[in-house]
């Protein structure tokens, strides 16, 4: 178990963002393992993350238990267990710091595209097995690397124009089913080691109170004030990361 004050230092406020992700501010899910990754290797930041995700996803659940889109669902889930493959035969291609670089481009890319998605939200308001099984695809790959798999979801999920709630169930679980999916190959591919799952263990009593955390502020803050702060603290992580992966 990880003891470094700098890794729960990250780690803390990265479990509590995760926990509001769920109460439908989507954007922040995939700041989590950029933050512990400026602590620790990505890999590990991931293995440590799963266990929590898919325990952030059961509470988060709790609330829209049943108010989820069947149908959506059922065209994103092929495209995201064919990326989850990719992944996981891909699994120890890449360097750390190349990995460290990757990451680090896909949350640069995301507040990118949160900047376009006025237009990209006049693209379709209808269902496209294709364009779903492309951005779910991308979605199961970068989450297996990163649980970095909300943009590319988010780009099929707003132009559909969802209720508010049933745009929050809908992705709430379509990412219970990814992760749960994710457990597998994580399993087999040793990311879940008595270590990463001890510090899991550690963190695991911040998911609730994050998931709270993220109804009060529902409530309470300004959504686009909020986005756009979460956004900016994103983009510097990303921008470390690069900077990172690039130096090495």
């Not at 803390?12 to 602590?39: C, N």
């Not at 889930?77 to 990757?102: C, K, N, Q, V």
């Not at 990814?178 to 899991?200: D, E, F, I, M």
């Amino acid at each position: 178990m990880s003891t470094d004050l700098i890794f729960y230092a990250l780690a803390i406020p990265a479990i509590l963002l995760t926990g509001v992700s769920k109460s439908g501010f989507s954007a922040l899910g995939g700041i989590a393992v950029p933050l512990m990754s400026l602590a620790i290797a990505p890999r590990q930041a991931a293995g440590i993350m799963l266990p929590i995700l898919v325990l952030t996803d059961i509470v988060g659940l709790r609330a829209y238990y049943g108010r989820w889109d069947r149908a959506i669902l059922r065209t994103l889930i092929p495209g995201s267990l064919l990326g989850i493959l990719i992944g996981a035969l891909s699994f120890g291609t890449f360097s750390e710091d190349a990995i460290r670089l990757l990451i680090g481009v896909i949350s640069v890319l995301f507040v990118v595209s949160r900047l376009v998605l006025p237009a990209l939200t006049r693209a379709t308001t209808s269902l496209s097995f294709l364009r779903g099984t492309c951005l779910s695809g991308l979605a199961g790959f970068t989450s297996f690397v990163a649980h970095a798999g909300a943009p590319p979801v988010m780009m099929y999920l707003l132009p559909l124009r969802l209720e508010k709630v049933t745009y929050i169930a809908t992705n709430n679980m379509f990412f219970f089913i990814t992760n749960l999916v994710k457990l597998v190959p994580y399993a087999l591919l040793g990311q879940l080691s008595a270590s990463n799952l001890s510090s899991s263990l550690v963190l695991t009593p911040l998911v609730p109170l994050g998931v709270f955390l993220g109804f009060r502020l529902q409530r309470m803050v300004n959504e686009v004030w909020f986005f756009r702060i979460a956004q900016a603290g994103l983009l510097l992580t990303g921008l470390q990361l690069i900077w990172q992966g690039t130096r090495a």
